[in-house]
């Protein structure tokens, strides 16, 4: 993986912060319009160590992040959402890490959840705290986008063991252990169901925690379609089946 990105060290490194040996990873793909707005609110809320992977992008998202002076590195082609999670996890690892964010460029993720998740992890309860928009009152999910997730939970139950409410929601909390251990090989949206994979084969301990995601006709015109969630779908069985 080493060699096909560019580490630029403007990190924002502060070990005397609380939030210091908390990193958020961000992968991003053409998220130009949103990156600088989820990045200043992440710093808002005592956040400093970000780290962005520009997954080849088309648009200016490099540019755009790295004008907010955190972590940019970059993919010089698309490799998927799943590469560049296991590239910025690498990355924060290397820094010596000891929390780590999965946190969304498109602005559906709130910042105020992290705190929720990071208290699970770091009480020991968990080594992964993982988000779910369905353990609170949702009325933010579109019905189509809905059925298309719950289906996904029957398939990553029937998959990979585990029963989740909310298999494919990016926003996650590794402690450094839990993260050296989850290896992530798919690059692309299958990652989500490894990830879950990972934590029933290594057996570590896991929570759900309730997040809020927002829809946003910004995030709607540029999330997963219908027809890209199915081939996500058979690709998970593919994989699985070939593994
Ligand atoms: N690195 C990378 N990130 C991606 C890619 N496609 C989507 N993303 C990012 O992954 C996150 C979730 O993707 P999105 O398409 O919004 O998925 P959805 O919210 O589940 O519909 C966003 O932050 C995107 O910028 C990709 O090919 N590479
Ligand atoms: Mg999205």
């Known amino acids: 993986m080493v060699g096909d990105y560019l580490y630029n060290s403007r990190s924002v490194f502060d070990n005397k912060m609380k939030k ?3 990193y958020v990873v961000i992968a991003a793909y053409n998220e130009d319009k949103s990156i ?3 990045i200043k609110g992440l710093k808002r809320h005592g956040y400093r160590n970000i780290v962005v992977v520009d997954d080849g992008s088309k648009d200016k998202t490099f540019e755009a992040a790295l004008k907010e002076k955190v972590s940019v590195l970059k993919h010089l082609v698309n ?3 799943g590469a560049s999670l296991e590239t910025g996890i690498d990355y924060a690892l290397s820094k010596s890490a000891d929390y780590i964010v999965t946190f969304d460029a498109d602005g559906q993720h709130h910042p105020e959840d992290i705190e929720s998740l990071l208290k699970v992890v770091k009480s020991g309860k968990a080594g992964v705290a ?4 369905f353990l609170k009152h949702d009325s933010n999910t579109p019905f189509m986008r809905r059925i298309v997730l719950k289906v996904g939970i029957l398939v990553v139950w029937f998959l990979c063991g585990i029963k ?5 929601n990016g926003f996650r909390v590794f402690s450094r252990n ?3 251990q989850i290896n992530i090989t798919s690059d692309r949206m299958e990652h989500a169901s490894q990830i879950v994979e990972e934590i029933h084969l290594k ?3 896991y929570k759900e ?3 809020t995601i927002t829809y946003s006709d910004y995030s709607k015109g540029k999330g997963q379609s219908g027809w890209n969630s199915i081939k996500i779908g058979l690709r998970m069985i593919f994989r699985r089946l070939t593994h």
């Open 20 to 22: 210091g040996n908390v």
């Open 164 to 168: 989740l409410s909310d298999s494919h």
């Open 178 to 180: 839990a993260a050296q």
């Open 209 to 211: 925690v309730p997040v």
């Open 36 to 38: 600088g707005r989820v």
């Open 79 to 81: 490799r998927g959402q």
């Open 203 to 205: 057996k570590i301990p």
């Open 130 to 133: 993982l988000g779910s928009r």
